[in-house]
């Protein structure tokens, strides 16, 4: 037997966009394009204990790849609900500009007369 003749155009799909679609809402299928069947494939893996064990699924389509995984029993996941928005933290405040010294209502003390006299005399370079 030959295959009926196509009458159109094949199709160009984004395989890299819907592959990565599918592999989101399908985590626990692994998921391709096959380029030599030109079709979409998909393993169900399936826990030991289960009897009917592991199933290839094939379609043309992926449209008809997620009819059969869902014939084949496979959930999709669904996208957990939006974060609630988060409101931005406010900035602190500007720095404090740096306060002198506080001795009360006085200004700071100064040293005693006698220290101020010699002083203004005596130099304490130590460069001769």
């Known amino acids: 037997m030959t295959a009926p003749a196509r009458t159109t155009r094949p199709v160009r799909w984004d395989t890299d966009a819907i592959t990565t679609y599918l592999r989101r809402r399908y985590p626990r299928v692994a998921l391709w394009w096959s380029a030599p069947s030109r079709s979409w494939m998909a393993m169900v893996l399936r826990p030991t204990s289960d009897l009917n064990g592991d199933e290839l699924v094939e ?4 449209a008809e790849l ?3 995984l869902a014939a084949a029993g496979v959930q999709p996941v669904v996208a957990p609900p939006p974060a ?3 409101r931005p933290v406010p900035a602190p405040p500007p720095p404090r ?3 002198r ?9 100064r040293p005693p ?3 101020r006299v010699v002083g203004a005399f005596v ?3 130590n460069e001769w």
């Open 66 to 68: 997620e009819q059969r």
């Open 113 to 115: 007369w006698w220290q």
């Open 59 to 62: 379609a043309d389509t992926p």
């Open 97 to 99: 500009p740096a306060l």
């Open 101 to 109: 010294p506080v001795y009360g209502r006085h200004e700071a003390p």
């Open 123 to 125: 130099q304490l370079d």
């Open 84 to 86: 609630p928005e988060r």
